[in-house]
């Protein structure tokens, strides 16, 4: 399984990104999926995830209103529609998968991840 992200971007605050993560390999439609995000020298921190048949979203406190995930089994892609961006946003983004149907908020939930994409929020 590999997954590849793309959509970020330099944007002003208030501003919009919408990133794509685009998976290769088997069983796309039985894989929960989910968005992480990482600044130098913290941890990664869960963003948002969706179960295997898009039915059960989760979200971060601090994305919820403003993110929206969502997916496409025929496409075998998961996408975060990000509105109303703060520059404290600005982080690299991943994508992952898991082995289950379920969404998961946690980083050892997941077992594929991609390469990260850069979102930066200038003020």
């Known amino acids: 399984v590999q997954l590849q992200a793309s959509g970020g971007g330099l944007v002003q605050a208030g501003g919009s990104l919408r990133l794509t993560c685009v998976v290769s390999?088997?069983?796309?439609?039985?894989?929960?999926m989910g968005w992480f995000r990482q600044v130098p020298g913290k941890e990664r921190e869960f963003v948002a995830s969706?179960?295997?048949?898009?039915?059960?979203?989760t979200y971060a406190d601090f994305v919820k209103g403003r993110f929206t995930i969502s997916r496409d089994n025929a496409k075998n892609t998961v996408s975060l529609q990000m509105n109303s961006l703060k520059p404290e946003d600005t982080a690299v983004y991943y994508c992952?998968?898991?082995?289950?149907?379920?969404?998961?908020?946690?980083?050892?939930?997941?077992?594929?991840w991609g390469q990260g994409t850069q979102v930066t929020v200038s003020s």
């Open positions: 992952a998968a898991r082995f289950y149907r379920s969404s998961a908020t946690l980083e050892s939930d997941y077992n594929y």
């Open positions: 969706i179960s295997a048949a898009g039915g059960t979203t």
């Open positions: 390999g088997r069983a796309f439609s039985t894989r929960g």
